[in-house]
């Protein structure tokens, strides 16, 4: 029950970047649209590695190594999005998300085989929300 809400949280994460890149393209130029859409882009691909990394979590005792291939492509991600934007409160929500994802990693490592996610995905819902602002 808690993965079916997690995922539907994810997907309103989803929802919500697309409705604002529509959004953002109405009321800005050009460079400001190329940049935000980059962020809302890259933002989305986070959020379907969040959902990746809670069903990784889930399945741990399956396939151990799902969940560091989660977090690998959240960290691109986030490095994509910090190499692209000068904007302060997308820096901060950026390392919010790399700190939430180094204590996952560092869990899995100490032998956590369900560490608490919930920190990423709160940390990635407020990606979304300043890429959107």
Request: charged content about 25%; glycine content about 6%; some cysteine.
């Amino acid at each position: 029950m808690a993965a079916s809400r997690r995922r539907r949280g994810v997907t309103s994460i989803a929802a919500a970047v697309a409705a604002a890149a529509l959004t953002v393209g109405l009321t800005t130029g050009c460079d400001a649209v190329d940049k935000a859409l980059d962020c809302v882009t890259t933002a989305d691909a986070i959020a379907d590695s969040v959902t990746d990394l809670q069903q990784a979590v889930e399945n741990a005792a399956n396939d151990p190594g799902q969940a560091d291939a989660s977090l690998d492509a959240i960290e691109k991600n986030l490095r994509k999005i910090g190499d692209r934007t000068d904007d302060t409160d997308v820096n901060k929500a950026v390392d919010s998300l790399g700190k939430a994802v180094d204590h996952v990693r560092s869990a899995i490592k100490d032998g956590d085989s369900t560490p608490d996610v919930g920190p990423v995905t709160d940390a990635a819902g407020e990606l979304t929300k300043v890429c959107t602002a």
